[in-house]
């Protein structure tokens, strides 16, 4: 067995069922770093509670979370994965480093900003210190690396800045400073071509959706906005559609795209059709591995039972380093 080079984190909050900003953006990352890390994989439901008034689906999104991980090539034999919520030591690490987390810097993260404008009515607590309790998940269970998208980055910088103060402050080395790991493809548009891929902007693609449905989602997306009539040349380079053959679609037929697309030789309706194609083809291993795990809830629910029990295990003797470190009896 190769060693590995360390210790992966990395959560994700339970949305439902997931789309393909999600899988280009984390979950295909998070089935390739299992061949050279140790993983630990979270269903982050406390982080939901954030943005979220009604809370009727929040186990059924849950479970539908599990289920595309697991279905997309998460091996819960060697990795761990877990509902954050199944690990209390979580919460009590979150309060510890709030004492260290300066209002100021919260506030003045751009992801804060962003959801302030999203949800003007709802800026609670769990909001701003949405970025402390992320640094929870991540030091509890010390990890040495986290991988995530651009619009992550400030919050892993605000993780390490919690690392270091608190480390600091204690005289300790408890705490181990995570290490940044870009994913390959770190924003993917919606179907809007405009806005990050989203199920609250309707604008997203889900992997678990039947061919026609997915087909009907492609022929939605919107191409080159220059590109007004059939016999106008396009500009693939700025069109959302082709920048999605450039991940699913063999490299020969891209090429093709790419010159025909140029010189009007193909059509914005022919070239969504062959993406869809493509997509469906990608993903049809995937949602057959899901039916059949949909149709195993009691093996589902004892993937999570035990990656629960070994996350608390490792929490558990972090939380005692903690405790010790900042004097607490």
């Known amino acids: 067995m190769t060693e590995k080079k360390g210790r992966v984190f990395s959560g994700a909050r339970p949305t439902g069922r997931q789309h393909l900003g999600n899988y280009l953006g984390a979950i295909r990352n998070y089935v390739a770093l299992q061949d050279e890390y140790e ?62 987390s300066p209002l100021g810097k919260l506030t003045d993260l751009p992801t804060f ?12 607590y769990g909001l701003v210190g949405y970025p402390v309790l992320m640094t929870a998940d991540i030091v509890l269970y010390k990890a040495n690396v986290v991988p995530v998208g ?32 870009n994913t390959e493809v770190p924003k993917v548009l919606g179907i809007d071509g405009v806005e990050k891929m989203g199920k609250s902007l309707n604008n997203h693609i889900e992997l678990a959706s039947t061919p026609e449905e997915t087909q009907q ?18 500009r693939p380079e700025v069109c959302n559609v082709f920048s999605m053959h450039k ?12 010159t025909e697309c140029r ?27 899901r039916n059949e795990l949909a149709l195993k809830p009691a093996y589902v ?29």
């Open 39 to 100: 993983c630990v994989y979270c269903i982050v439901d406390l982080h939901a509670l954030t943005t979220v008034e009604d809370t009727l689906n929040l186990r059924q999104n849950t479970l539908d979370m599990a289920l595309d991980f697991l279905a997309a090539g998460i091996r819960p034999d060697e990795s761990i994965v877990f509902i954050q919520s199944h690990v209390p030591q979580v919460a009590e690490l979150h309060l510890i480093l709030s004492m260290v």
């Open 113 to 124: 900003k962003e959801k302030v404008r999203q949800q003007p009515h709802n800026i609670n």
């Open 150 to 181: 651009i619009d992550q980055a400030p919050h892993l910088e605000f993780a390490r800045e919690t690392v270091r103060s608190f480390n600091y402050r204690y005289n300790t080395d408890v705490l181990i400073e995570p290490q940044m790991k």
């Open 217 to 234: 989602r492609v022929m939605q997306m919107v191409t080159d906005p220059q590109r007004m009539r059939r016999t106008d040349p396009g």
């Open 247 to 258: 991940v699913f679609s063999p490299a020969e037929e891209v090429s093709m795209i790419d």
């Open 263 to 289: 010189r009007a030789g193909i059509g914005c309706v022919d070239c969504k059709k062959r993406f869809a194609a493509n997509l469906n083809q990608h993903l049809a291993p995937f949602r057959a591995r």
């Open 301 to 329: 629910q004892d993937v999570l039972d035990d990656g629960a029990q070994r996350a608390r295990a490792i929490a558990e003797q972090t939380m005692r380093d903690v405790r010790q470190a900042v004097g607490l009896p």
